[in-house]
């Protein structure tokens, strides 16, 4: 994580890609050892150190050492689980649109709205232009657009975390 403060200080010792294979990939691999039945999805970061940090991202490289048997998805990805769709994306795109969306008058939930754009929009970052910061690349914007509506979303963001219902889809921001 870019903001881990050794990261931060410039005081690593090792490159990027080797700490990332001792300390995620040999874990990863140490912890599926053996075992057939589980299946680990690996989305990259915008503030992975290890990864290129433009939006949206492709899945994590060879060099990084993930194992075989670790499904690597784009960020954002839209994947099936068992016939559940579940969406994730790791750019803070909840705490980006209260930013940039004005409403007047609205009573109930504004996390809810926020959400809700997403979804009826189908796409993983609604807005445009982007805030400044947003490392978007929209030479790619097709990997922004939401081929359907998902099951689940995850979007973690600094904001407080929540799990909420919006238009049949289960938001959850687990907190960063």
Request: hydrophobic share 45%.
């Amino acid at each position: 994580d870019e903001r881990h403060p050794t990261v931060a200080s410039g005081a690593l010792d090792e490159p990027t890609d080797e700490l990332f294979s001792r300390l995620v990939s040999a874990r990863v691999a140490e912890a599926l050892n053996g075992n057939v039945t589980t299946q680990v999805v690996m989305i990259p970061s915008l503030r992975d150190v290890a990864h290129d940090p433009v939006f949206p991202q492709p899945p994590l490289g060879a060099e990084l050492r993930v194992p075989d048997a670790v499904l690597r998805l784009p960020n954002p990805a839209l994947f099936t689980i068992n016939e559940m769709v579940v969406g994730v994306c790791t750019a803070d795109i909840v705490k980006a649109m209260t930013s940039e969306e004005v409403s007047r008058g609205l009573a109930g939930d504004r996390i809810r709205v926020l959400v809700a754009h997403l979804l009826q929009q189908r796409s993983f970052f609604p807005i445009f232009p982007p805030p400044p910061g947003s490392q978007i690349d929209y030479t790619q914007a097709h990997a922004l657009a939401m081929r359907q509506a998902p099951d689940i979303l995850i979007v973690p963001s600094e904001l407080r975390y929540f799990a909420k219902e919006v238009n049949g889809t289960i938001v959850i921001n687990p907190g960063r």
